[in-house]
């Protein structure tokens, strides 16, 4: 089993950064898709960005040109940079990765909480 554990995150004001990290406990040699969701309160949970396996990123509409996902298949990683940060990011976030081999699955971070004071 993978464990995925995350880091970053804070309080910081509008306008600001931050830059979230999530790193898989062992190496994922048929590493798949990674990405990042948050879920505000009171809000279902949506995602923010992916990066696949053949390097094509896809960011919601509401972070496009702010963040900026990365990822590092040798060390089963996958990074957010988080730019000009507004109230509405506040939320948590959560990273998975997947895992190709021997099928298909996805393990995820606990979670960490992004606040952004106006």
């Known amino acids: 089993q993978v464990q995925v554990v995350q880091s970053g995150g804070g309080l910081v004001q509008a306008g600001g950064s931050l830059r979230l990290s999530c790193a898989a406990s062992?190496?994922?040699?048929?590493?798949?898709?990674v990405g990042w969701y948050r879920q505000a309160p009171g809000k279902q949970r949506e995602l923010v960005a992916i990066?696949?396996?053949?390097?094509?990123?896809n960011y919601a509409d509401s972070v496009k040109d702010r963040f900026i996902i990365s990822r590092d298949n040798v060390k089963s990683m996958v990074s957010l940079q988080m730019n000009s940060l507004k109230p509405e990011d506040t939320a948590v976030y959560y990273c998975?990765?997947?895992?190709?081999?021997?099928?298909?699955?996805?393990?995820w971070g606990q979670g960490t909480q992004v606040t952004v004071s106006s």
């Open positions: 998975y990765l997947e895992e190709r081999i021997p099928f298909l699955r996805a393990y």
């Open positions: 990066a696949r396996t053949d390097s094509r990123t």
């Open positions: 062992r190496s994922i040699p048929s590493i798949g898709d």
